[in-house]
T-cell receptor, first 108, second 122 residues
């Protein structure tokens, strides 16, 4: 079973700053099946990035994803007020879905 | 624009069976997607429960497989979840969702319902 570990647990930043979120897999995974979601309080998750680096429809280009093997990164180049939320990475493989525990991006 | 709407009892007693339905509108449940159940305990992360294709192909989370049944009703364009022998640990927001069967985004959930909160309590 693949375990996804996200770090840090909480990221305290100011609007306009750069956010770098990490997702580490317990074994090598295909980047084709690494996804990032954003979840705001009281809302369902929203698809941000799939295939490790492809932005979903309507996702602003300040969001970018990168990585391969076991280490993946979500970068928000300049934080907007609406970006403060919880972010989850997720892997799909062998008909199983695994989520990381999430990183909270909060206003400093 | 697809819409997914969960419905359920809100409150379930311990040891009973939780039953939820997801009504799909704006898209045919027989067209190109798997249909998923995911849950989120209060203040916690996301947990995949299982996925179903309209033909009856089903995948379950190994940690829940002994208690979970997912089914699809193509005539009503909806799918359902049953979780037996519930305990307080099953208290969560339950989401229905979908992911494509093929293509670059086939490992990603692209649409979610708003969720329904299920509390297990006597």
């Amino acid at each position: 079973e693949i375990v996804l570990t996200q770090s840090p647990g909480t990221l305290s930043l100011s609007p306009g700053e750069r956010a770098t979120l990490s997702c580490r897999a317990s074994q090598t995974i295909s980047s084709s099946y690494l996804t990032w979601y954003q979840q705001k309080p009281g809302q369902s998750p929203r698809l941000l990035i799939y295939g490790a680096s492809t932005r979903a429809t309507s996702i602003p280009d300040r969001f970018s994803g990168s990585g391969s093997g076991t280490d993946f990164t979500l970068t928000i180049s300049r934080l907007e007020p609406e970006d403060f939320a919880v972010y989850y990475c997720q892997h799909y493989g062998s008909s199983l879905w695994t989520f990381g525990q999430g990183t909270r991006v909060e206003i400093k | 624009q697809v819409q997914l709407q969960e419905s359920g009892p809100g409150l379930v007693k311990p040891s009973e069976t939780l039953s939820l339905t997801c009504a799909v509108s704006g898209y045919s449940i027989t067209s190109g997607y798997y249909w998923d159940w995911i849950r989120q305990a209060p203040g916690k992360g996301l947990e995949w429960i299982g996925s179903i294709y309209h033909s009856g192909i089903i995948y379950y989370n190994p940690s829940l497989t002994s208690r979970v049944t997912i089914s699809v009703d193509t005539s009503k364009n909806q799918f359902s979840l049953k979780l037996s022998s519930v305990t307080a640990a099953d208290t969560a927001m339950y989401y229905c969702a979908r992911h494509p069967t093929s293509g670059m985004s086939s490992g990603s959930i692209d649409s979610w319902g708003q969720g329904t909160l299920i509390t297990v309590s006597s």
